[in-house]
């Protein structure tokens, strides 16, 4: 299988596995989601406004959801994508505020879904 073929079959699943996340209400991983997708599409070298438009849905729900980890994370992809200095500089601050928030030994996500399933 080549690369172009092994990616579009990675972007295939995430594609599916944002449908589910979606439909059934369960958005806990979606912003990680939506941040592997912008790395993928990077690797295929996609639209530039696709691969932006997946980091700033990634960043928008780990905002909303308070989930700094994959804040910082999609930030960092962000960065290091060199796309969108705009997006960089609206959420700068922002991931700024979450990182120094963070208590020592505090736990970074909270998965609310968890505790519903057991």
């Known amino acids: 299988m080549t690369r172009t073929a092994e990616v579009d079959e990675a972007l295939a699943l995430l594609g599916s596995a944002v449908a589910q996340a979606e439909a059934g209400g369960s958005r806990f991983w979606l912003a990680e989601l939506y941040r592997r ?3 993928l599409l990077l690797l295929q070298g996609d639209a530039e406004a696709d ?3 997946a980091l700033e849905k990634s ?3 780990a905002a ?7 804040l910082v994370s999609t930030y ?4 290091s994508s060199g796309l969108a200095p705009e997006l960089l500089s609206r959420y700068r601050d922002r991931v700024e505020r979450a990182k120094s928030a963070l208590e020592p030994g505090a736990a ?4 609310p879904e968890s505790a519903v399933r057991h």
């Not at 909303?64 to 994959?70: D, G, H, L, R």
């Not at 960092?76 to 960065?79: I, K, P, R, V």
């Not at 970074?108 to 998965?111: C, E, K, P, R, S």
């Open 37 to 39: 997708k912008a790395e």
């Open 51 to 53: 691969v932006i438009a």
């Open 59 to 61: 960043i928008a729900i």
């Open 64 to 70: 909303e959801q308070s989930a700094v980890p994959f």
């Open 76 to 79: 960092q992809t962000l960065q």
């Open 108 to 111: 970074l996500i909270v998965n």
